[in-house]
T-cell receptor, first 116, second 111 residues
Framework: GAVVSQHPSWVICKSGTSVKIECRSL??????MFWYRQFPKQSLMLMAT?????????EQGVEKDKFLINHASLTLSTLTVTSAHPEDSSFYIC????????????FGQGTRLTVV | SQQGEEDPQALSIQEGENATMNCSYK?????LQWYRQNSGRGLVHLIL?????REKHSGRLRVTLDTSKKSSSLLITASRAADTASYFC???????????FGTGTSLTVIP
């Protein structure tokens, strides 16, 4: 299957700092990528849909200014957690689909963010 | 969850037994997919079933879909200890490109 690479795998940062997470589709072009957040022992919550060359679409309740998404190319989307706080500590996962419709989604390995 | 519920939330079985997990969703869908997640790791795609399909098989996996009831089931036959993981259903809606997950089932297979 297609490969989606996420970096870093884990990161620890201080409160008030910003953290950038990268999501790359290695062997295919992804016009759309998705960012999810997962708390321990819970499901994945879709945060936003990242569209190449345009603004991301955020789910209800997700702060746009808090979670900045940039999808500058067909193979790279980034999520920046700005002014991170301990409550932002979570597992962040990106995914990409080859196209719309009846296709599976491919997921990155996830990024464990811990804000201290 | 954003899309639906899964039951049971947790399931513990002996190796060799079958495991059945159910997923219900809220909106009309394009397709439904099942994923597996080992603790603290990314997701692995298991199987996709389209809205016009009712049943699909892949190895020891059997998935059913009932669009009238907005529900799906995942059956793992002859379970192995290595099947221990969390299993999530995810749906692609008819409109938009979003992809939403159910609450998940934590499966433990006891050797």
């Amino acid at each position: 299957g297609a490969v989606v690479s996420q970096h870093p795998s884990w990161v620890i940062c201080k409160s008030g700092t910003s953290v950038k997470i990268e999501c790359r589709s290695l062997d295919f072009q992804a016009t759309t990528m998705f960012w999810y957040r997962q708390f321990p022992k819970q499901s994945l919550m879709l945060m936003a849909t990242s569209n190449e060359g345009s603004k991301a679409t955020y789910e209800q309740g997700v702060e746009k200014d808090k979670f900045l998404i940039n999808h500058a190319s067909l193979t790279l989307s980034t999520l920046t957690v700005t002014s991170a706080h301990p409550e932002d500590s979570s597992f962040y996962i990106c995914s990409a689909r080859l196209s719309t419709g009846n296709t599976e989604a491919f997921f990155g390995q996830g990024t464990r963010l811990t804000v201290v | 969850s954003q899309q639906g519920e899964e039951d049971p939330q947790a399931l513990s079985i002996q190796e060799g037994e079958n495991a059945t997990m159910n997923c219900s969703y809220k909106t009309s869908i394009n397709n439904l997919q099942w994923y597996r997640q080992n603790s603290g790791r990314g997701l692995v795609h298991l199987i996709l079933i389209r809205s016009n399909e009712r049943e699909k098989h892949s190895g020891r996996l059997r998935v059913t879909l009932d669009t009238s009831k907005k529900s799906s089931s995942l059956l793992i036959t002859a379970s192995r200890a290595a099947d221990t993981a969390s299993y999530f259903c995810a749906t692609a809606r008819l409109t938009g490109n979003q992809f939403y997950f159910g609450t998940g089932t934590s499966l433990t297979v006891i050797p």
